[in-house]
């Protein structure tokens, strides 16, 4: 049974490595980003059923029509992020919590929040199983974001919005940076600084993500 259970750790481990070298022949560069995304077992993000695939370099599906985007993904919209050193950050889009958990490795603290109820809570259990206590989750509320813990020095949403909704542009402190995918059947990854009240746009890779949504699923 433990040399069963080694056996499982030490081939994820190497799966786990070929996915880094993958990363990095895709051009992923931050050594930092690299290490977060070695350290964290997306397979316990994914249901049992999927977890055999959890070091593909694809996106999955994690129930109510959602995804776990590509770890490609991950590790851009990341490396885009940290290339600014953020401190706090705040993620919209929780779902399985994985992006969480590897920007909980990165920065002080990370705040997510999810319009999914059920995708929330096994978000939470999975940031309790690997101790990841500088993750702060919680349940959308009427306002887009989290106006109640701004401002924040990084932003990275992982669900598009068809245009930038401006009640997140003034969640974005001063010299701080948000990382968004923009569009509706296609999609732009975009960059954006804020210099006082300027915002540096700069677009960087087309991307295909969920839509970004209203209201709550309970
Ligand atoms: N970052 C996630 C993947 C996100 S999939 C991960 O690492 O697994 C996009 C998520 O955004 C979905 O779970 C979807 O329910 C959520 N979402 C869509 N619109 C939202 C909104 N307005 N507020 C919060 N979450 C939203």
Known sequence: MVAE????????????M???????ESGIRDERVLTALSETPRHIFLDEA?????????????GYQQTLSQPYIVARMTEVLMEHAPSRVLELGTGSGYQA?????LV???FSVERINPLLNKARE?????RLRNTN?????DVIGWPEQAPFDGIIVTAAPASLPDELLSQLADGGVMVVPIGEASQILTKIIRQGDDYEVTELEPVRFVPLLGGVVR
Request: hydrophobic share 45%; proline share 2%; net charge positive.
């Open 126 to 130: 999975r940031m309790r199983t690997l």
């Open 18 to 24: 070929r996915l880094i070298q993958r990363l990095r």
């Open 137 to 141: 989750l919680r349940l959308a509320g």
């Open 108 to 110: 002080d603290e990370v």
């Open 101 to 105: 958990a590897v920007l909980a490795q």
């Open 50 to 62: 999927l977890a055999h695939r959890a070091y593909e370099d694809t996106a999955l599906p994690i």
């Open 5 to 16: 259970l080694q056996g499982i750790g030490m081939t994820s481990r190497r799966t786990r």
